[in-house]
C-alpha cells in the first residue's frame, strides 16, 4: 500500500494459474509462473495525468523512472505503442494525440475511433480528428488514446486475443470516476490480464504498450519482484513488476547474458 497527496494505491501480485513451459522469440524454452500484477488506486480525477517525454523532459523519449521521478509521480506506467525506441521517435496514429489536455502530435488528421478522457474523469468512445479536437479540448478533453484495443466496456469483456504472450502487457481500466486500475501481465494471456481487471471492478479497460515497456512504478518500492537481486541495476529499480529485459538478460530465464534494462518510452500515465 502506498498514499500521497489524495491518492491511494493498493498492488497485488497475483499467481495466474499453474507454471508453464514458455518458447522465448529467441528459440529459449523455461518454465515460469504466469503472474499479473495488479494496482487499484483511488484518486481525483484532478490527480491523473497522461503526457509525453516532450512535455516533461523536452525529449523524444525517456524511461519511465526518470519522468515519474521528474514528475513526482506516486505511481506511474507506459503510454501508447510507437514506431522506435530511439529517437526520432513518433505515434503510430495519425489522428490528434491529446496529453494533458494539449495537442502533441497531428501527423495527417486522419479521424479514429479512440478513448477519449475527460477532466471530469469520464472516459468515453468517441471518433477524434482535426476538426473535432478544438471543440472537445473546449469541452474538457485530457487525453486521448488511438489505435489500441479496448477489451472491457460496460464491464464486460468485447474482446479477447487469439494469442498467448511471453512479453509483458499492460492494461489501464476505470471503475468510475475516482477509481482506477492498472494491471501488467507476466507470461499471462492478454485476455487474462483483461480479466483482472475486470475483477476488481473495471467497467472500461484499454490496452497499453506491451515488452518491455510495460513497466509499472511505484515511488521507493525498490524493484518488488525481485528482493533478492545481487545487482545494483535490479536493486534500483522502483516497479512492480518483471521487466522483459531482466527475464532474458538479467535473469538468464531464456538463456541471455549480460545486462538489460528498461526501454525508453514516449508518454506515460501517472497519478500524482
Not at 50 to 72: C, P, S, W, Y
Not at 130 to 148: E, K, P, Y
Not at 224 to 237: D, E, H, M, R
Not at 252 to 263: A, E
Amino acid at each position: 500500500k502506498a498514499s500521497q497527496s489524495g491518492v491511494q494505491v493498493e498492488a497485488h501480485r497475483l499467481q495466474w494459474g499453474p507454471k508453464k513451459a514458455v518458447t522465448s522469440r529467441w528459440g529459449y524454452t523455461a518454465e515460469v509462473q504466469p503472474v499479473i500484477t495488479v494496482a487499484k488506486i483511488a484518486a481525483d480525477p484532478s490527480h491523473l495525468h497522461f503526457r509525453d517525454a516532450q512535455q516533461i523532459l523536452n525529449t523524444d523519449v525517456k524511461t519511465i523512472e526518470a519522468m515519474a521521478k521528474e514528475e513526482g509521480a506516486l505511481i506511474a506506467f507506459n503510454g501508447v505503442y510507437f514506431s522506435s525506441h530511439t529517437p526520432p521517435s513518433y505515434y503510430t496514429i495519425g489522428a490528434p494525440v491529446v496529453r494533458d489536455g494539449v495537442v502533441v502530435s497531428q501527423a495527417n488528421d486522419s479521424a479514429e475511433w479512440s478513448l477519449l478522457g475527460w477532466n471530469d474523469g469520464r472516459w468515453s468512445r468517441e471518433y477524434i480528428s482535426g476538426a473535432t479536437v478544438q471543440q472537445q479540448l473546449g469541452n474538457g478533453l485530457r487525453f486521448s488514446i488511438s489505435d489500441h484495443h479496448v477489451p472491457v466496456e460496460g464491464g464486460q469483456v468485447v474482446y479477447t486475443w487469439p494469442e498467448d504472450g511471453v512479453q509483458p502487457y499492460s492494461m489501464f481500466g476505470q471503475i468510475d470516476a475516482s477509481h482506477y486500475v492498472i494491471a501488467i501481465g507476466e507470461y499471462a494471456h492478454r485476455s487474462d490480464v483483461a480479466a483482472a481487471c475486470v475483477a476488481y471492478g473495471a467497467q472500461t479497460v484499454v490496452e497499453l504498450n506491451g515488452g518491455n515497456c510495460a513497466y509499472l512504478y511505484l515511488k521507493g518500492v525498490g524493484n518488488a519482484p525481485n528482493p533478492g537481486a545481487t545487482t545494483n541495476t535490479l536493486k534500483q529499480l522502483n516497479k512492480l513488476n518483471l521487466l522483459f529485459n531482466e527475464e532474458m538478460a538479467m535473469l538468464g530465464i531464456f538463456g541471455g547474458k549480460g545486462m538489460g534494462g528498461p526501454d525508453q518510452s514516449i508518454d506515460m500515465i501517472y497519478f500524482k
